[in-house]
């Protein structure tokens, strides 16, 4: 290799004759340019071709390092930052916002499908885990279409419907058939404190008109009716309860387990006054029975008191309010006479002029069958082959 020159030549040493053809170039360029295929003949050397060499090399001449390595040094031309050739550097330019967090993304994207790729069966458990335990709170939800069904009839002259199709397919529905699992009663009650002072306490609210339920399960459990056919009272026509499901062990202590299947508030106290005269925090016992966290069917709390908790008005506020609350009878079989019987004698030891209850329908609700295991295989076997397909056709 020979030293190149500014010029754009290269200089040939004195031991040597070199035969090169070099091309001009304009200087404005600024540009170094070599002939590489110029052909070029050495002579044969001789001995004052090497002494003239040794004289060279005593001399050591230095050449300037001229090229375009980025060592180079670097000089400033009106602020920018120039080569020796002349060339200005070209500075970066500089990525806007959404370009940096385009990048961002991307590298995150990539970073998760290599780490996917890599790991694939982890990756696979790992997920599945996590979906089955985010959907775990959702089998507390019902599914659609499996809500109760209500029809509406008339109460007087009321009878069992036969098991067979009635003529008037477009009145009835198909699942009005046959005598019903139960008859259900409700004695609805409200009451309220009067006059209301602003120094009572919140259970002071609902403490005098929850102690009336006491005396009224009293007067529905002896109430007796008495005619031609014979006498007849609640222990002859209500459901009788033999045992709890196991579902229901942990609520022994408030739902009944033998006898007439009657509920009210006063479950909570065993239905015995001096239980409920003795208990200094009312709200707080019927507080602790109530379910954590998501729960969306009916709980203990609506099924004592007969109503939605939000219009039962216990309630920690200090204001005042009216205490809605029920007494439910559950019947074995329907008698007319007995439960008008019941209705007037509770009008006449509670009497109310602004009562608005029409007592001239019954309703009948049907409750669908629940959704098993058994149906759910075949939609569950049906995602597990389409997750196979495509699982299998993307590898």
């Excluded at 060339?87 to 990048?103: A, F, I, N, S, W």
């Excluded at 790992?126 to 809500?147: E, K, N, V």
């Excluded at 609805?188 to 209301?196: D, F, G, Q, T, Y």
């Excluded at 002029?353 to 295989?377: P, Q, T, W, Y």
Aim: net charge positive; proline share 9%; charged share 20%.
């Amino acid at each position: 290799m020979f030293p190149w020159l500014p010029g754009g030549r290269a200089e040939q040493p004195h031991t040597t004759t070199t035969t090169t053809t070099t091309t001009a170039l304009p200087e404005s360029r600024r540009e170094l340019y070599v002939n590489h295929k110029a052909p070029f003949k050495l002579k044969k050397p001789s001995a004052a071709a090497f002494r003239g060499r040794k004289r060279l090399r005593a001399r050591e001449i230095t050449w300037s390092p001229i090229s375009r390595s980025l060592d180079a040094p670097r000089c400033l031309v009106l602020g920018r930052p120039v080569l020796p050739n002349g060339r200005e550097l070209t500075p970066p330019t500089r990525m806007t916002l959404r370009e940096q967090l385009r990048e961002k993304i991307s590298a995150a994207f990539y970073r998760h499908g290599l780490l996917c790729a890599s790991y694939p069966v982890p990756i696979i458990l790992f997920t599945s885990a996590s979906i089955l335990t985010c959907c775990y709170p959702l089998l507390r939800l019902p599914l659609p279409g499996t809500g109760p069904v209500e029809f509406t009839t008339g109460v007087r002259d009321y009878s069992v419907p036969s098991h067979e199709p009635q003529g008037d397919f477009g009145e009835r529905p198909d699942w009005y058939r046959g005598p019903p699992v139960a008859y259900i009663q409700q004695v609805l009650v409200k009451a309220a404190v009067s006059p209301w002072e602003s120094s009572l306490v919140p259970v002071d609210m609902f403490r005098s008109p929850l102690g009336q339920v006491f005396s009224l399960l009293e007067e529905i459990r002896n109430h007796v009716y008495s005619d031609s056919s014979g006498v007849r009272s609640l222990e002859a026509l209500c459901l009788q309860v033999t045992d709890l499901f196991p579902g229901l062990r942990r609520m022994q202590s408030v739902l009944p387990e033998h006898g007439c299947l009657l509920v009210s508030p006063g479950n909570y106290w065993q239905n015995q006054r001096e239980l409920f005269d003795s208990d200094p925090d009312l709200l707080k016992t019927i507080q602790k029975h109530e379910p954590k966290g998501l729960h969306t069917s009916a709980t203990l709390r609506d099924l004592l008191f007969g109503v939605p908790g939000k219009y039962t008005g216990v309630s920690h506020y200090n204001r005042k309010r009216v205490v809605t609350y029920t007494i439910t009878v559950v019947l074995s079989s329907y008698d007319a006479r007995f439960l008008g019987s019941l209705r007037s004698r509770l009008k006449q030891l509670h009497p109310s002029a602004n009562c608005s209850l029409r007592d001239d329908h019954m309703v009948h609700v049907h409750f669908k069958e629940e959704i098993g295991i058994a149906e759910l295989i075949p939609l569950v076997t049906t995602y597990i082959i389409l997750f196979a397909y495509i699982y299998f056709s993307t590898r």
